[in-house]
C-alpha cells in the first residue's frame, strides 16, 4: 500500500466519522421538534404511567443529556430496548428486519448492474437503431416513473389481473420475491442503462478505441477490452451508494408488498415515536452508505488507475 493510499484511507475515515456524527445530531433534534410521543396513542395509559414510562427510558432528562447519551449509544450500537415492542431489544428488531432487506437487495442490486451495463453496452454499440430507441424510451419511463406507482402497476397486472404472483411476501415461497425484488431493481437498472451507454459513447469515439481498430483487433475484444472497462467508472461510483440504499430496504416497496423489511420497521418507528429504533435505523443507514462510499471510490481508482488519491 502506498503512502497515498493510506493518508486517502485515514482523511476518508475521519471525514466518514464527522459524517456519522452529524447524521445523528440532526436526526436527534428533528425528532425533538416533531410533535407527539411514544405514548400518546395509548389512550388507556395514566399520567402517573406515562411519567413512569418516560422516566424509565430516560426521555425526561435535559435534551442534551440525552443527546450525549444518544451518541454514545450511537458508537456502541446498543440502543436499548423498543419504545413500541416492549422486551424487545433495538438491535435485535432492527437486524432481524435487514437479513430480509439484504436478501432482496443484493439480488436486486446484482440483477440491476448486469443487465444495466449489457443494456447500456448493446444500446450504445447500436446508437439510433431499434433496440437502442426501445432501450432508451423504456429506461427514461423506469427513471421519470415513482416506485410506488411502479410497485402498484406491477401488483395489480401480476398479482390481481393474471394471478401468477402473490400478491404479498406474507405468503411465502420463491414466488414471493419476484415483485419486490423486480421493483426494486427497476430504477437502478434504467439508471446504469443510461449511465453505461452514454459512456461508451463517449469511450467510443476517443483516440485509443480508433487505434486499436486500426490495429486490427476484433471489435469484440476493442469492445471488452478498452470500452466496457473505462466506461463502467462510472458507474462504480454510483453503485456504491446504491447498493447501499437497496439494502436498507425501501418504505415504499416494504409496505405495498408487505415485506417484514427494515423500510417497513423505520416507518413503524417513526409512526409510532419509537425513538431507539429510529436512531438505529439512522445509525445503520448512513454507517453503510458511508463505508460503500468508500468502498467504491477506491474501486473507482483500481478500475482508472489515471485517477489521483490526492
Known amino acids: 500500500m502506498s503512502v497515498k493510499f493510506l493518508k486517502y484511507v485515514s482523511k476518508r475515515l475521519l471525514l466518514g466519522i464527522f459524517t456519522f456524527i452529524l447524521v445523528v445530531t440532526i436526526t436527534f433534534w428533528v425528532m425533538q421538534m416533531v410533535p407527539g410521543g411514544p405514548w400518546l396513542s395509548e389512550k388507556s395509559l395514566s399520567p402517573e404511567v406515562i411519567a413512569q414510562r418516560t422516566a424509565m427510558y430516560g426521555l425526561d432528562k435535559p435534551l442534551f443529556i ?28 432492527i437486524f432481524n428486519a435487514f437479513k430480509v432487506s439484504l436478501l432482496l437487495g443484493v439480488i436486486a442490486a446484482a440483477i440491476a448492474l448486469v443487465f444495466g451495463t449489457l443494456f447500456g453496452t448493446y444500446a450504445a454499440t447500436h446508437q439510433n437503431k431499434l433496440f437502442d430507441r426501445v432501450i432508451m424510451f423504456i429506461t427514461t419511463a423506469s427513471v ?4 410506488f406507482v411502479i410497485s402498484l402497476i406491477l401488483l395489480y397486472l401480476f398479482a390481481v389481473t393474471w394471478k401468477i404472483l402473490p400478491t404479498s411476501f406474507a405468503s411465502g415461497g420463491a414466488a414471493a420475491y419476484v415483485l419486490p425484488i423486480f421493483a426494486e431493481a427497476l430504477y437502478p437498472t434504467a439508471y446504469i442503462t443510461r449511465l453505461v451507454r452514454s459512456s ?56 405495498v408488498f408487505q415485506i417484514p423489511g427494515s423500510g417497513r420497521v423505520f416507518q413503524q ?18 454507517l453503510i452508505l458511508i463505508v460503500l462510499t468508500l468502498v467504491s471510490d477506491i474501486l473507482y481508482k483500481v478500475a482508472n488507475p489515471r485517477v489521483d488519491f490526492d
Open 200 to 255: 461508451t459513447l463517449d469511450v467510443v469515439g476517443q483516440d485509443y478505441m480508433r487505434t486499436a481498430k486500426a490495429k486490427g483487433l476484433a471489435p469484440s475484444k476493442i469492445l471488452m477490452k478498452h470500452g466496457v472497462r473505462n466506461s463502467i467508472t462510472p458507474v462504480i461510483t454510483y453503485f456504491g451508494p446504491m447498493f447501499a440504499f437497496i439494502i436498507t430496504g425501501s418504505l415504499v416497496i416494504d409496505q
Open 269 to 286: 418507528a417513526i409512526n409510532g415515536r419509537d425513538y431507539p429504533v429510529i436512531m438505529g435505523m439512522t445509525c445503520l443507514l448512513s
Open 66 to 93: 440525552q443527546y450525549l447519551s444518544y451518541i454514545g449509544k450511537a458508537f456502541t450500537f446498543n440502543f436499548g430496548e423498543s419504545l413500541k415492542f416492549n422486551g424487545q431489544l433495538v438491535t435485535d428488531r
Open 144 to 147: 421519470a416513473m415513482p416506485t
